[in-house]
């Protein structure tokens, strides 16, 4: 791991200094870096992804335990700068580029990395191939929901994630139904496992210091959670109607439902089989009501 002054002389040394653009922030609290290794409990035949591996800090101290190390970087020259710290550790594939291809899916160069391809999908844990997938990363603050995202609803499935990301985010990852937090990446996190904040971080602990605070968080895949959502994308499709329009009542959003999630006259009926109040807010009502109404619908879909 790299102190404050080993990476600011790396950065210099290279010319650099860290990018706004890419709202680089090195966790640089040498005891919270390990606090965030040694909470994902990496085992010695794990994948673990890291996104915005920055020098190259935390991915050392990833590969001595992991199996395998994924580390991506989207700034070429930190990207450069931790290959060559990275020099001679064999069980490390550093990618340089974005690790999404759009917000709804990774790069393809990430995918392949993984080296999983022909065992990987959609809502199948990449756990039947090696022991876990994880992503442990002190993530770029504007990819670090999408990234969750996309590692919940596949085709790659986390099994864990332990995660800095700034304060509001490790709010709304780990909010119960019906506070102001509460939103669709709760409902999904909720719906498919456990998330647990472990610190709040104070920007003294990063350099540059970012202008919030954050948050290291544990998310953690619950099996049992997850094989009760017959098809995670309608899921999250049920789930983003309904948010997509938080403030106004149920009966309301159903109205702007698009084709292919049914109409008015459908969810009132649904709404009616699964006990759930037409008037109520969409913040109210909880992951596993989501759930039991996207499973109720799936019948209706089109094609099903």
Not at 162 to 181: D, I
């Amino acid at each position: 791991m790299q102190t404050k002054r080993q990476i600011h002389q790396l950065l210099a040394s290279a010319g650099v200094v860290p990018n706004r653009r890419f709202g680089q922030h090195f966790l640089v609290d040498l005891n919270l870096l390990r606090l965030v290794v040694d909470a994902a409990q990496i085992d010695p035949h794990d994948v673990v992804l890291e996104v915005g591996c920055g020098t190259g800090s935390m991915t050392a101290a990833l590969a001595e335990r992991a199996g395998r190390v994924v580390a991506v970087e989207v700034d070429p020259t930190l990207a450069a700068i931790a290959r060559s710290q990275l020099a001679g550790v064999d069980n490390v594939e550093l990618i340089e580029g974005d690790v999404l291809s759009s917000k709804g899916s990774f790069n393809p160069a990430v995918v392949e990395a993984i080296g999983v391809l022909g065992s990987i999908k959609s809502g199948v844990s990449v756990s039947q191939t090696v022991s876990r997938l994880l992503l442990v990363s002190n993530l770029p603050y504007d990819v670090a929901s999408a990234v969750i995202a996309n590692l919940v609803n596949g085709p790659l499935v986390a099994d864990a994630m332990v995660v800095t990301v700034q304060k509001e985010v490790a709010e709304r990852m780990a909010a119960a139904h019906g506070g102001r937090e509460y939103g669709s990446l709760s409902i999904l996190l909720g719906a498919t496992g456990d998330v647990e904040v472990l610190r709040i971080l104070k920007p003294g602990v990063f350099w540059p210091p970012p202008a919030v605070d954050s948050a290291i968080v544990r998310f953690v895949r619950n099996d049992d959670k997850r094989d009760a959502i017959d098809d995670i994308a309608l899921f999250g499709d049920v789930v983003g109607l309904f948010m997509g329009h938080r403030r106004k009542m149920l009966r309301a959003c159903a109205k702007h439902a698009p084709a292919h999630l049914g109409d008015h006259d459908l969810w009132m009926g649904l709404f009616e089989h699964c006990r759930i109040d037409p008037t109520a807010r969409p913040e109210e009502l909880s992951p596993g009501q989501y759930v039991e109404l996207a499973n109720r619908y799936r019948p209706h879909a089109p094609g099903r």
